[in-house]
C-alpha cells in the first residue's frame, strides 16, 4: 500500500515548484524507507524542471543529493538496518543483468538505468526524487555515508561529488598529473578538493578571476581567467586532463589546445545545446575528447569513504524549502557558493 508524503514539485514544464504529496511505495522485500535529512539542488534540477533536456514527466519532483536515515527496512535486506546513515544520488535501478550493471557501472546500464525522479520505474510508475520527506529505495542502490561526514554536507556529494571523483580516478589523476578543472560552482568546486586530495597539481579554470581567493582555499594550485585571450595561449599544452564542469557550449577546439600530447578533455558538464569540433584539435596531438556521467554504486560508496577520509564536504548555503524557487534562480545567475542544500525538515 501507497503512502503519501510531503513533497515539493514541478506542476508543469517552467512553472514554480509548489508544496504537495507524492505517493510512495510500501516497504518491500529488499527496499529501505530513508526519512530526507537533506538535499541538494543540482543544476541538472533546473535543466529537467524546463524541459532543457527533453520533455519532462509531471509533476516532477526533483532531487538526486539526497541523505538521510533509514527508519524502516524489508524483511530481506542484509545491508541497513534502522537508524543507518544513507544517500540516493542519481538513480534508484538498472537492468541488474547487463553486462554494465554486472561490472558496477549501473549508470551506463545497457536498458538504462531508472533516474532518481523524472523518469519511470519498472513497475511503470513515475519516480519521485529528493525534495520530499521520505523515499522508498532497493538496498542495493543505497550508499552509506561515513559517520565522518555531515548528513548536510555530504548530500552534494551524491552528484557533484561522484561526478567529479568518477572521471578524475578513471584517468589517473594524481602525483605528476596536471589537472585542470573548468568552472568553479557545485560541480567544479568538488573537483578542486578531490583532485588536491588524490595529489595532482590542481588549475582552476574560470572566466574571471573573481573566485580566485576561493579556488586557492579549495586547494587550486593556480587560478585563470578564461575571459582573457592570452590564457589560451599562455596555457597551451599544459595539461595532463582538463574536466569541464560547466553547462554552457566550450569552444572546444580552444580547450583541447591546453593538452599535453596524449592528454584528456572530459566533459561532465551537458549544454542545452550541440557543440562542434575540429578533428584537427584531437589528431594533432593524440587527445582525447571524452564525457562522464556519475559513477556506479560501488564506486560512489568508494568517493563517499574517500571524502571522508579526507574531510571533503560540499561547500553549502542550507535553506529551507520555501525558498527553492528564489534558489533556482541564483544558480542560473551563479549566485551560490557553491550547492543549495534544501533542510528537509521544512518540507512538511
Given amino acids: 500500500m501507497t503512502t503519501n508524503v510531503p513533497a515539493y514539485a514541478v506542476p508543469a514544464a517552467n512553472a514554480p515548484l509548489e508544496r504537495t504529496t507524492v505517493p510512495r511505495r510500501a516497504v518491500g522485500e529488499h527496499d529501505v524507507l530513508i ?17 532543457g533536456w527533453g520533455e519532462g514527466i509531471f509533476p516532477m519532483v526533483p532531487g538526486h543529493e539526497i541523505a538521510g536515515i533509514v527508519t524502516e527496512v524489508g524483511p530481506g535486506v542484509t545491508k541497513y538496518a534502522a537508524g543507518d546513515r544513507v544517500g540516493v544520488g542519481c538513480f534508484v535501478d538498472s537492468c541488474r543483468r547487463c553486462a554494465y ?101 590542481v588549475t582552476v579554470l574560470s572566466q574571471t578571476l573573481r573566485k580566485e581567493a576561493d579556488g586557492r582555499r579549495l586547494g587550486a594550485d593556480h587560478f585563470h581567467a578564461t575571459g582573457d585571450p592570452e590564457t589560451f595561449t599562455k596555457l597551451a599544452g599544459t595539461f595532463d586532463l582538463v574536466v569541464s564542469t560547466v553547462s554552457a557550449p566550450l569552444d572546444l577546439d580552444a580547450y583541447l589546445g591546453l593538452l599535453r600530447t596524449g592528454g584528456t ?84
Fill in 35 to 51: 526519512e530526507i535529512k537533506y538535499a541538494g539542488i543540482c543544476h541538472s534540477d533546473i535543466h529537467q524542471a524546463r524541459d
Fill in 265 to 348: 578533455l572530459v566533459n561532465v558538464g551537458a549544454p542545452e545545446e550541440p557543440v562542434s569540433l575540429n578533428l584537427f584539435s584531437v589528431i594533432g596531438g593524440r587527445k582525447t575528447l571524452a564525457g562522464s556521467m556519475i559513477g556506479g554504486i560501488a564506486e560512489t560508496q568508494e568517493m563517499l569513504d574517500f571524502c571522508a577520509e579526507y574531510g571533503l564536504g560540499a561547500e553549502i548555503e542550507l535553506i529551507d524549502a520555501d525558498r527553492i524557487n528564489e534558489a533556482y534562480e541564483r544558480v542560473l545567475r551563479s549566485d551560490v557558493r557553491y550547492r543549495f542544500v534544501i533542510d528537509a525538515s521544512t518540507i512538511r
Fill in 101 to 201: 550493471c554486472r561490472q558496477g557501472l549501473e549508470q551506463y546500464c545497457a536498458e538504462g538505468m531508472t533516474g532518481t525522479y523524472n523518469a519511470l520505474g519498472r513497475d511503470g510508475e513515475p519516480t519521485y526524487g529528493g525534495y520530499s520527506t521520505h523515499i522508498v529505495v532497493d538496498e542495493n542502490y543505497t550508499v552509506r555515508i561515513p559517520d565522518g561526514l555531515g548528513l548536510d554536507v555530504a548530500a552534494p556529494l551524491l552528484c557533484a561529488g561522484i561526478t567529479l571523483y568518477s572521471p578524475l580516478a578513471h584517468w589517473n589523476a594524481g602525483p605528476g598529473k596536471s589537472v585542470a578543472i573548468v568552472g568553479l560552482g557545485g560541480l567544479g568546486h568538488m573537483g578542486v578538493k578531490i583532485a588536491h586530495a588524490m595529489g595532482a597539481e
